[in-house]
């Protein structure tokens, strides 16, 4: 799934000047995060020197995504490039039939910074983690867990990360270019949720989530994702799946969507 991502991405950006991705949840016609999409992307196109968002882009996408089968669940694939003073964009639906109940960190990788786009969904962050997600190389419900040279945690290669401790449940600030992902920008914007505090704070890979109580990873189109294993330690899922029923319940994207 990922590589056809990769081909569908580069068949696209040929061509442009750079082009800015973002891949969404569609549920029953509607965005559940669309605001958070359209901060990041505004975001985005301004670190870029693009400009504003174009006029009208907001509603063209809104009408696109009430497809006559929009019962279902999507993932659209939102892409945008930029051709001289033009600004194209695309959007591509994939149904989804299930989405991950939990997910594996099967290793740890380090990209150097220099090799990294500045905290933005677009072609250079892509090419910069492609590499180590090769063909064939990884099943289903895994991913790798990127840290920085001091062993700290940054993010995966498609998702942020967060570990439950007490009543915190923490993720890392962004630094190191990392991805500004949507459903990390929603969690921490709401504070708390049912007794826990959610801040940003370094987590390191050996003190603080080995001996965590719970970790998860996020993104817009899986939601919260409990992680299972680091490794080969495996880890309790128990508080991940709670909160991560909350959520769900609270963005209406319950496995009932799921057919």
């Known amino acids: 799934m990922y590589w056809n991502y990769i081909k569908d991405f580069e068949e696209y950006s040929a061509g442009y000047q750079d082009v800015v991705i973002e891949t969404m949840l569609c549920v029953r016609g509607e965005l559940p995060l669309w605001q958070w999409h359209r901060q990041r992307f505004a975001q985005t196109l301004a670190a870029l020197c693009w400009g504003a968002v174009p006029p ?4 063209a996408v809104e009408t696109a995504v009430k497809r006559p089968d929009s019962r279902k669940a999507w993932k659209v694939r939102w892409l945008t490039g930029k051709k001289q003073d033009r600004i194209d964009w695309s959007l591509q639906f994939l149904e989804l039939l299930s989405r991950p109940a939990e997910t594996v960190l099967t290793r740890t990788a380090w990209i150097p910074e220099a090799e ?10 892509l090419q910069a983690v492609r590499g180590l ?11 790798i867990l990127l840290c920085d040279a001091g062993g700290y945690c940054l993010e995966t290669t498609i998702a942020n990360i967060f570990i439950i401790r007490e009543n915190r449940i923490i993720t890392p600030p962004l630094r190191h ?10 969690l921490l914007e709401k504070q708390s949720r049912n007794n826990y ?3 940003e704070k370094n987590i390191h890979f050996a003190r603080d989530l080995l001996t965590a109580d719970g970790v998860f990873v996020t993104n817009a189109v899986s939601g919260i994702m409990p992680v ?3 490794l080969e330690k495996p880890l309790d899922t128990t508080l991940a799946e709670a909160f991560k029923l909350i959520i ?3 963005l209406k994207i319950g496995n009932t969507i799921w057919r």
Request: proline share 5%; charged share 30%.
């Open 228 to 230: 299972s294993r680091v």
């Open 197 to 199: 505090e959610i801040i």
């Open 116 to 125: 990294r786009a500045g905290m933005l969904k677009s072609r250079n962050n």
């Open 177 to 186: 270019n990392m991805v500004p992902g949507v459903m990390r920008r929603y």
């Open 56 to 59: 009208g882009l907001w509603e």
């Open 133 to 143: 997600r090769q063909p064939g190389s990884m099943e289903a419900g895994t991913d």
């Open 248 to 250: 769900d319940t609270e």
